[in-house]
Nanobody, 126 residues
Framework: QVQLVESGGGEVQAGGSLRLSCAAS??????????MGWFRQAPGKEREFVAA????????DHADSVKGRFTIFRDNAKNTVYLQMNSLKPEDTAAYYC?????????????????WGQGTQVTVSS
């Protein structure tokens, strides 16, 4: 049963921007109860951490590869988490997944996340 739904992916030229959204697919899933994260996986590569945010939104963590270009934020009133991606590079091309974690602190470890979306594709052309 899919619990999270990502949207906003697409194809963009290098230097462009996209905003990904992650919403709960079921009314019973209140995202403010979870730390949330974004991960990505490119063809032939392992899934990698992109960004994470605490329940309140007061703490964030971004991978070095995206720091200064991507920003994770959330709107708990809308039960939605976002990933703003600016200055996109071809190496950002991947399927992007959002996930929900019950851990006390934000985490980069995928095994700390209990709910996952099905992913949205981001393709950056040079």
């Amino acid at each position: 049963q899919v619990q999270l739904v990502e949207s906003g992916g697409g194809e963009v030229q290098a230097g462009g921007s996209l905003r990904l959204s992650c919403a709960a697919s079921v009314r019973t899933l209140t995202l403010s109860m979870y730390n949330m994260g974004w991960f990505r996986q490119a063809p032939g590569k392992e899934r990698e951490f992109v960004a994470a945010i605490s329940r309140s939104g007061g703490t964030t963590d971004h991978a070095d590869s995206v720091k200064g270009r991507f920003t994770i934020f959330r709107d708990n009133a809308k039960n939605t988490v976002y990933l703003q991606m600016n200055s996109l590079k071809p190496e950002d091309t991947a399927a992007y997944y959002c996930a929900a974690s019950t851990a006390v602190r934000v985490s980069r470890a995928a095994d700390r996340y209990v709910y996952w979306g099905q992913g949205t594709q981001v393709t950056v052309s040079s």
